[in-house]
């Protein structure tokens, strides 16, 4: 019988670094193919897109795969079984897959999916990641901008788990194999050095806690822990006892159960995509919308903008006011223009917001 692929599945909350940290993955990948699963979240495939940009030839289309359909564990008959079978039954299957879950998901009943039938002889998981924004676990909270993780929690037509954040973190954590304390770089050392004792207490034995920054990890370090965790489920317990799953005999048919309605209504949050021509300067436009975040109470923004005189497009991610960028990829023969997806608390002054991404002072 073939050798299992083994399947690495990435979690954590929203800004956290999960997108980051498997790019850097990618184009570390020393002639591995690697092929992507992305439960992605907005009006606009920015992740997917983020990752086939970094411009390595472990980023082929065709290797990355998209769920946009909500939280990823509340979808596995519909969704992410289906998805798997098709990477499965590819003539060239990749040597691994990396699953980047939603920052809601619960990771207990994914990694239990890999014992569903069509799937348990063909894929086991490698390990589970939990990405953890070190500053804001530090700060005392569980993301940079937790409003922002309940915008996208109201927006999910799918979620059927109405999880409080402390026990999804929880879950985040009891899950683990491996625990990934980024941001390191924006903490000192004492702020570090406690987050990763306190981690490490939280975890289960034999959990290893590592630090870093921009997610930049070895594949080595990531990959390769061989820990077969959908048959290690009663030590990765869940926190919470609200998120309906089917005994085996109820996968072979798909029944998935949904019993509970979204912990926010969806009138209460909103989001838009801004689309504008090229930018003159990249430094002066991610100050301005920076500045525009601010103004407006604007909880994620995301996207690409077209820089003047520039083959690269610029990526722009930001949760609350912290803003990431960097060019990834050329336009070749794509339209040369800037979209951004805004996220906030409905009534957002979306005239204004328009109008300032794109006034004439940033504009080429």
């Not at 005994?247 to 926010?264: L, N, P, V, Y």
């Amino acid at each position: 019988m073939p050798a299992k692929i083994p399947a690495t599945v990435v979690t954590g909350f929203l800004g956290a670094g999960k997108t980051t940290l498997i790019r850097h993955m990618l184009q570390n990948a020393n002639g591995k193919r690697i092929a992507l699963i992305i439960n992605e979240f907005g009006d606009l495939g920015v992740d997917g897109d983020i990752l086939r940009g970094c411009g390595d030839e472990t980023c082929r289309e065709e290797d990355i795969m998209e769920l946009s359909n909500g939280c990823i564990c509340c979808t596995v008959a519909d969704d992410f079984i289906p998805t798997m079978e098709k990477l499965l039954d590819r003539d060239d299957a990749p040597d691994h897959i990396v699953i980047e879950t939603s920052g809601l998901a619960l990771p207990q009943p994914l990694v239990r999916a890999f014992n569903w039938p069509g799937i348990s002889t063909r894929v086991t998981v490698d390990g589970v990641v939990t990405v953890v924004d070190g500053p804001a676990h530090h700060a005392g909270t569980f993301a940079h901008d937790v409003a922002a993780v309940d915008a996208q929690r109201a927006q999910d037509d799918n979620l059927d788990h109405e999880t409080p954040l402390s026990e999804l973190f929880e879950d985040q954590l009891a899950c683990a194999d491996m625990i990934v304390v980024n941001k390191s770089d924006l903490m000192d050392s004492t702020a570090l050095d406690a987050t990763t004792k306190t981690l490490t207490e939280a975890s289960r034995p034999g959990v290893r806690v590592v630090q870093a920054s921009m997610g930049a990890l070895p594949t080595s370090v990531l990959l390769g822990l061989e820990t077969a965790a959908e048959s290690d489920m009663e030590a990765r317990h869940e926190v919470h006892h609200h998120h309906h799953h089917d005994d085996d005999e109820d996968h072979e048919d798909g029944d998935h159960h949904h019993d509970h309605e979204h912990e926010h209504g969806h009138d209460e949050f909103e989001s838009f995509v801004v689309t504008r021509g090229e930018i003159t300067d990249a430094k002066a436009f991610a100050d301005h919308v920076v500045s525009v975040i601010r103004a407006h109470g604007i909880l994620r923004l995301k996207g690409f903008a077209a820089v003047q005189g520039k083959p690269m497009r610029l990526t722009l991610q930001a949760v609350g006011p912290r803003i990431d960028t960097y060019f990834d990829a050329p336009f070749g023969a794509a339209l040369r223009e800037t979209r951004l997806v805004v996220i906030g608390q409905a009534g957002l002054d979306r005239p204004a917001i328009e109008k300032a991404l794109t006034e004439d002072t940033v504009a080429a």
